[in-house]
């Protein structure tokens, strides 16, 4: 399973001389399968670049196909849906599935930000690509192709956001951005999604000093992120969707300050990462 990073930050895009090392664009991760299954987890500005990077090949020719997940459907995760230049590609195929049981208010979402005082070409029908709507199925669980996807609905403020636990090729990446907890920290359930993943990519809007300022806007901390690895036993946590005014510097802070806190409750052995756009993994 080869996971990349396309865009981390949250809210807004934010590129600029502080974000360089990274990365200013909003939320999008691409997991590459072993029997060459492509997803697309959530479609921010980060999109943009994973779309150009995929041209060069099958989709450029028409002849891709991939699924898409969307967390939720707020504006920095999917932004970057109108610019994907695959969408534009006869011949393609993909099926986006969306943290809704409703097909119809999925697309009715991603239509309204394509209207014609927003963007130049109405509707995703117009795009070129064959796409599909799903809305999350009753039993919460997806198969593309070796994969089995559990998708989990987490609490975001006054609405929901769907965390995504992916097992395919003997690894198990679990996507949780924008979950805001209560001040308990993540119930047993959510941590039973979680479990032994090999690399949780969790939500690190805030320090915790920070979201004690701005609790009602339903994100994380470090902290909530340290405990949702420690708890569920996680190899590495990936912190993910950085405020858009924190700078490279304050990320590294964030990481160094996680390590600590890793190591001081003995868990030494849980690795800790600041994701960031280009880097890739391999699980």
């Not at 070796?146 to 995504?164: C, D, L, S």
């Not at 198990?172 to 805001?180: H, I, R």
Request: with cysteine; charged share 25%.
């Amino acid at each position: 399973m080869e996971v990349t990073f396309w865009g981390v930050r949250g809210s807004i895009p934010s590129p600029g001389p502080a974000t360089v090392r990274y990365g200013g664009n909003t939320s999008c991760v691409s997991v590459r399968l072993a029997d060459g299954e492509i997803i697309m987890i959530d479609c921010g500005t980060g999109a943009r670049n994973f779309g150009i990077s995929l041209l060069s090949g099958a989709f450029g020719k028409g002849k891709g196909s991939a699924t898409v997940l969307l967390s939720h459907a707020h504006w920095d995760h999917i932004q970057g849906f109108p610019f994907f230049g695959p969408f534009y590609v006869p011949g393609n195929r993909f099926t986006v599935v969306g943290g809704s049981q409703s097909s119809e208010l999925l697309e009715r979402v991603l239509e309204r930000q394509m209207a014609a005082q927003f963007f130049p070409v109405q509707s995703y029908r117009n795009m070129g690509a064959h796409i599909e709507m799903r809305g999350v199925p009753e039993d919460r669980e997806v198969r593309v192709g070796a994969a089995k996807i559990t998708a989990h609905p987490n609490p975001h403020g006054p609405t929901q956001v769907m965390a995504f636990r992916i097992e395919a090729d003997g690894k198990t990446l679990v996507y949780a951005s924008d979950v805001g907890y209560e001040t308990s920290g993540p119930p047993d359930d959510t941590i039973a999604i979680y479990r032994d993943a090999d690399l949780l990519i969790h939500d690190c809007t805030f320090t915790p000093e920070d979201r004690a300022e701005r609790m009602s806007r339903g994100l994380s901390s470090l902290d909530d992120a340290v405990e949702a690895a420690v708890r569920a036993q996680a190899k590495k946590l990936a912190l993910f969707h950085y405020d858009q005014d924190y700078s490279d510097h304050d990320v590294d802070e964030l990481v160094a300050r996680g390590r600590r806190q890793l190591d001081a409750r003995g868990a030494e052995e849980v690795e800790i990462l600041g994701a960031a756009e280009g880097l890739t993994l391999q699980l």
